[in-house]
T-cell receptor, first 112, second 114 residues
Framework: RKEVEQDPGPFNVPEGATVAFNCTYSNSASQSFFWYRQDCRKEPKLLMSVYSSGNEDGRFTAQLNRASQYISLLIRDSKLSDSATYLCVVDDFTSGTYKYIFGTGTRLKVLA | EAQVTQNPRYLITVTGKKLTVTCSQNMNHEYMSWYRQDPGLGLRQIYYSMNVEVTDKGDVPEGYKVSRKEKRNFPLILESPSPNQTSLYFC?????????????FGPGTRLTVL
């Protein structure tokens, strides 16, 4: 099983749609969770951190389910500019290491 | 402007010719890291550094070296590049590792080893 797993997509959705992505992780000791956005061939940029109680930033909502070891990202009222690859990131701070594990990304295309 | 810079942005080289990719940040960040990104494999961490003179292996360190002599710089060294190191490389920095800190990424270096 991969340490961090995402559905690669692509998710093709019309403008205005609501879309949700899930990401599963294998390390039950992980404490930090993030969603990054990456535009084609550009550097990843933080979209939002994911907190235990869930958090919202405008049209974006992130949730963490520790029992089932997954995090989710919900995008409401999709815009054309939301088209990108969304990367799930989980920490691996076990055994004295301070590493980050990235999922392979979920590609979103918002269609006019 | 707060940023992470990498040089060169593009590099084509031949097998066995030593090269260095530089990375510099101006945010006084303690934590710095190198990743490589390959189709279908996502970003994988090569090496990271918690602070000056403190470096450690990530998940794919073979064939790479790093150093952290100054806080702002974290060069990636390929002593004898091979074609399987052809990839897109990103440097990143953040406030101390071990906390929920945002990583800031450089623009990437596209390396081709022939």
């Amino acid at each position: 099983r991969k340490e961090v797993e995402q559905d690669p997509g692509p998710f093709n959705v019309p403008e205005g749609a609501t879309v949700a992505f899930n990401c599963t992780y294998s390390n039950s000791a992980s404490q930090s969770f993030f969603w990054y956005r990456q535009d084609c061939r550009k550097e990843p940029k933080l979209l939002m951190s994911v907190y235990s109680s869930g958090n919202e930033d405008g049209r974006f909502t992130a949730q963490l389910n520790r029992a089932s070891q997954y995090i989710s990202l919900l995008i409401r009222d999709s815009k054309l500019s939301d088209s990108a690859t969304y990367l799930c990131v989980v920490d691996d701070f076990t055994s004295g290491t301070y590493k980050y594990i990235f999922g392979t990304g979920t590609r979103l295309k918002v269609l006019a | 402007e707060a940023q992470v810079t990498q040089n060169p942005r593009y590099l084509i080289t031949v097998t066995g010719k030593k090269l260095t990719v530089t990375c510099s940040q101006n945010m006084n960040h303690e934590y710095m890291s190198w990743y490589r990104q390959d189709p279908g494999l996502g970003l994988r961490q090569i090496y990271y550094s918690m602070n000056v003179e403190v470096t450690d292996k990530g998940d794919v360190p073979e064939g790479y070296k790093v150093s952290r002599k100054e806080k702002r710089n974290f060069p990636l060294i390929l002593e004898s590049p091979s074609p399987n190191q052809t990839s897109l490389y990103f440097c990143a920095s953040s406030l101390p590792g071990g906390e929920r800190n945002e990583q800031f990424f450089g623009p990437g270096t596209r390396l081709t080893v022939l």
